[in-house]
C-alpha cells in the first residue's frame, strides 16, 4: 500500500476492503447486492458517537428524511445533509454517525435525505426529489423546532455534486434559502483530471473506472454538459459560502481544487482545507482516525460561524 496515506486512513482502507471482500464484494454481483454489501461494511464505522437529544424520521413527498437534534433549544439552523455513495450505493443509515457528529459539534440540527438511487432513478429524480425536500423545510421547519431562514447543505462525493446542483438551481430560479455550502470531495466533473491518473489504484478507495461507472448509472442519456450534472462549468456567481474539504489522494483532488478556485473567481466566499494522506471516504474513519475528526471539527466550526445569528 502506498507511503503517502494517513496511518490511520490506511488503517481504515484495510478494513474496508477486507469487508468488502469478506462479504463477497470480489464476485459477480448486482445492484441489490452491491448496496446490502456497502451497508454491511459501514456498520462498524457507525458504532458510537455523539448522543443526540433527539432523532426522529419523517416522509416527506414518500421520501424517508431522519432528523438528528443535538439539544433542545428551540428555532435551531440545520444543515441539509446528501449522503454519498455514486447516487448508486448507502443511504442515510450509513451516514448516520457523521451526520450526529456534524451535528454535535455545529450545534445546528442534521436533516439526512434518503433520496432515489441510480440506475433505477437517474437524473434530475434526485436533484428534484431534494428541492422538494427544502421546500417542506422552509414551509415546516418552524414547527418542527428549525429556523428556516438558517439552512446549509451539503454532502460527501455525490452528496456534494447533488449539494452544489441544488445551490444552483435554488439561485437559477430566484429562491434565496441556502445560507452556506458544506462541499466534501465532491464529483463535480464528468471528465478526468490529473488525479485520476495519480490515484489510479484501489489503494485509494476510489478508482477512475469505478467513477465512471457511477456517472453512466446516474445520467443515463442525460446532457454531460448541463450544469447541474457538471458544476465545475457552470456560472457559480451568486452562491453562498462554501467550505471544501479536499482529500489529498483522491481522484477527485484536483476537479475540488478546480472548484474552490473557480467558486473563489466568482466572488463566493470559501474555505478549502486540504487533508495530508487523505482518501475519499475519509471522514468516515473519525471513529479511528484524528485527521477525520480534524476534518468535521474544521467545517464544523464553519458551519457555526455561518449559520449564527
Known amino acids: 500500500m502506498p507511503d503517502d496515506l494517513d496511518p490511520d486512513i490506511r ?76 447516487w448508486v450505493l448507502f443511504s442515510i443509515d450509513t451516514h448516520d454517525r457523521l451526520m450526529r457528529d456534524y451535528a454535535a459539534r455545529s450545534g445546528c440540527a442534521v436533516l439526512g435525505v434518503e433520496y432515489s438511487l441510480s440506475p433505477e432513478a437517474r437524473y434530475p429524480q434526485a436533484l428534484n426529489e431534494i428541492d422538494a425536500v427544502l421546500g417542506w423545510l422552509r414551509a415546516e421547519g418552524a414547527a418542527l423546532g428549525l429556523d428556516p431562514q438558517r439552512i446549509a447543505i451539503g454532502g460527501d462525493s455525490a452528496g456534494g455534486n447533488l449539494s452544489l446542483a441544488t445551490a444552483l438551481r435554488l439561485r437559477d430560479t430566484g429562491r434565496d434559502w441556502i445560507s452556506a455550502m458544506l462541499l466534501n470531495y465532491g464529483a463535480f466533473d464528468t471528465a478526468r ?24 448509472d ?14 465545475l462549468l457552470a456560472d457559480l456567481t451568486g452562491l453562498p459560502p462554501a467550505f471544501l474539504c479536499i482529500a489529498e489522494c483522491d481522484i477527485l483532488a484536483d476537479e475540488n481544487r478546480a472548484m474552490a478556485a473557480r467558486l473563489a473567481a466568482a466572488g463566493v466566499a470559501v474555505e478549502a482545507r486540504v487533508y495530508p494522506g487523505a482518501t475519499h471516504s475519509f471522514i468516515e474513519a473519525a471513529s479511528i482516525a484524528p485527521l477525520a475528526a480534524r476534518a468535521i471539527e474544521d467545517a464544523s466550526r464553519w458551519l457555526a460561524e455561518q449559520l449564527k445569528r
Open 11 to 86: 488503517v481504515f482502507h484495510r478494513r474496508v476492503m477486507a469487508d468488502y471482500a469478506r462479504h463477497g464484494a470480489d464476485g459477480p454481483v448486482d445492484v441489490a447486492d452491491r448496496r446490502r454489501i456497502a451497508a454491511l461494511v459501514r456498520e462498524p464505522w457507525n458504532i458510537g458517537g455523539p448522543v443526540m437529544a433527539s432523532t426522529r424520521e419523517l416522509q416527506v413527498g414518500g421520501v424517508r428524511v431522519r432528523l438528528h437534534r443535538p439539544g433542545d433549544a428551540p428555532d435551531l439552523p440545520v444543515l441539509v445533509y446528501l449522503h454519498g455513495g455514486g
Open 218 to 231: 446516474y445520467l443515463g442519456d442525460a446532457d454531460r454538459n448541463d450544469p447541474y450534472v457538471r458544476p
Open 193 to 216: 483530471c490529473a488525479s485520476h491518473a495519480r490515484f489510479d489504484s484501489d489503494d485509494y478507495i476510489l478508482n477512475p473506472d469505478e467513477m465512471d461507472a457511477f456517472w453512466d
